[in-house]
């Protein structure tokens, strides 16, 4: 465990000396835990990818704040903690709990339940639940990023613990520990795609920072540039087709028609 730790931080520091590979490597460990916090919490559709790609784009600018590769490493739980404080809890976000379940993976019928019913506290207790039992983050660090006393983050931790297993336990589900229920839902990983656009932008964030990507102000804007861009290329072809036309036009034209009209 203490290697992986000081890998962590080896790979903090060459990021922050602008290192591509070391953010493949911070990627690879921290990816799945991140996607998963969203996800369970938004579901899998636009806004989620949305919120995802914004964090990894404010991670990346956020290094010419930073020297010490701890704080930059906090900076990521931070920036996560502080975009979904912009969301609202809204139904319409979630998937059916069974077909998202399935599409983690989780084939046991007491964890789609748990998952089911994580979703369902409310967002201060399920926020510090995922930053202690996804992300793995220690009270005191929790209590620095949410703002709060430590005693409330524990607090909270173990409230929504307790209304965890007492919905477990309505539901017959007491084969074993909520925790341990969880701790075996945790496979599920990024999407593909989702990470082939990360790397793709990894070079633009790099170079030219998160204020000249489409993510500057967010999914609002991102969605008003994407559409903008449509419309555009959408003029463009019309434009190409119309050039087209006319070129075939006057190609057939009869010659004593053609002179008449270029003179």
Known sequence: MSKRRIDTKYQMEKFLDGNLNAFNNIYERYSARIYRFIVRQ????PEAHSLYMTVWAEFVDARK???SPGQYK???YKTLYQRLQNFNDNESYFSDAKKLSNEHGNKSHSRIKLLNHLRKLPKPLRE???LRHEMGLKTLLI???IEEPVDEVERKISQAIVLLEQEMIELG???EPVLTIYRN???LKSPSRWDNEIYDALPVWMEIGIQGTLLKEGMVDKKNLINNFTRSLNEAKQHVHDLTNRAK???FRPANARHTFQS
């Open 65 to 67: 704040e930073h020297t």
């Open 185 to 187: 839902s945790r496979m």
């Open 128 to 130: 510090v639940f995922l």
């Open 42 to 45: 938004f579901g899998t559709g």
């Open 173 to 175: 589900c007491t084969e």
């Open 74 to 76: 906090i900076s990521l």
């Open 249 to 251: 036009q006057d190609l």
């Open 143 to 145: 209590a620095r990023i």
